[in-house]
């Protein structure tokens, strides 16, 4: 089979490969659809991490259709569709008997310490049916949509650790895919005000669309100014240190802020302990999401309008093309159109 695997920076090979035997409860797919996240394009820009398999076929977002199940498997059939959690849990150690499987010390995480989704066949061992990773997508939703429930379900998570309550005034810095799929939710968890700031116009127009009450162009905009101490919670969705020690300055006393992205190494910001203190500010963070974030994400699917997000389609062998339009300043997602071939 055909697949594209990252060798370092910016040396991506479509190379024929093969696949292992199915276990008894393994399942092989058929790949339909692969999104590039931030991370899959910093790996390629700047060649992969230790903690990469190398080579790596990259991509956690995606959606496949069953194509050949193992022997003990009688709840799939071959040509439903389905997506892929991004972690792989053991289900045995500690943070797995608390339900906190995302934080899993023995995890293989898709398109990073395993293989992912762009390829024209995808194997998933054992470990990931029985833990629940594979899911069915709803009726109706198209298959493009389904490959970005990894994106919905690690929103849901951060939004679970901060209890959004009905009525709260939302602000949420950076309105990449991230963003306007957190706008989204807190939208339909029953935020009364939600705003989101940006760079990029066509992306803030498409929040407007998506349901923003206010969409703010943050070069041209003092947020400090305008929410001092007045947002129930902050969704910071970027990596701008500056960002960040900004959400700290809009919170309301008894507000929450969530730290979703991931930073440089060594970054730090100073914090006021005693406003921490006096003002009971709660501070927040997620990393991925449980295997029940992912599948209660796919049910929340006919509710969102993800179908939206994605600015263009490339096949496998345009998988190069794919990442250098990531860097185009109007792109929002881009996405691997996957045909594979008939497999033997």
């Avoid at 899959?40 to 820009?45: C, G, I, N, V």
């Avoid at 080579?55 to 050949?68: F, G, M, N």
């Amino acid at each position: 089979m055909k697949a594209a695997l990252l060798y370092g920076k910016e040396d991506l090979r479509i190379e024929e490969i093969s696949l292992p035997g199915i276990e008894s409860h393994g399942m092989l797919l058929r790949m339909k659809a692969a999104g590039i996240c931030g991370s899959d394009s910093r790996m390629f820009f700047n060649g992969p991490t230790s903690r990469y398999i190398n080579p790596v076929i990259l991509s956690h977002e995606l959606c496949a259709e069953v194509h050949q199940v193992g022997s003990s498997i009688d709840n799939y059939t071959p040509g439903e569709l389905v997506t892929i959690a991004p972690v792989i849990p053991c289900m045995r150690c500690m943070y797995c008997s608390k339900g906190m499987n995302n934080i899993c010390e023995r995890a293989g995480v898709v398109g990073c310490t395993i293989h992912g989704g762009m390829t024209e066949f995808l194997y998933m061992p054992s470990q990931m049916v029985k833990a629940g990773g594979v899911v069915k997508v709803p009726a109706g939703i198209d298959y493009h949509a389904a490959a970005l429930s990894e994106v919905v379900g690690c929103c849901l998570h951060g939004i679970r650790q901060t209890g959004i309550h009905a009525g709260d005034r939302v602000l949420i810095l950076g309105s990449g895919s991230i963003g306007l799929t957190f706008l989204q939710l807190v939208k339909r968890m029953g935020a009364g005000w939600v705003g989101i700031t940006g760079r990029r116009i066509k992306r803030l127009d498409l929040a407007r669309e998506l349901g923003a009450d206010e969409a703010m162009e943050i070069t041209h905009t003092d947020i400090v100014s305008l929410f001092r101490s007045s947002i129930d919670l902050v969704i910071v969705a970027n990596s701008s240190v500056r960002a960040l020690e900004d959400g700290f300055k809009v919170m309301r006393a008894g507000g929450s802020i969530l730290l979703f992205s991931g930073y440089l190494p060594d970054s730090t910001i100073n914090l006021d302990l005693n406003d921490i203190h006096y003002r009971e500010l709660h501070i927040h963070s997620s990393i991925d999401c449980t295997i029940m974030d992912f599948q209660n994400a796919v049910d929340l699917l006919p509710l969102l309008q993800m179908e939206k997000l994605i600015t263009c389609t490339y096949s496998l062998d345009e998988a190069v093309e794919a990442f250098m339009h990531t860097r185009d300043p109007d792109c929002v997602k881009v996405m691997l159109e996957i045909q594979p071939r008939s497999f033997v």
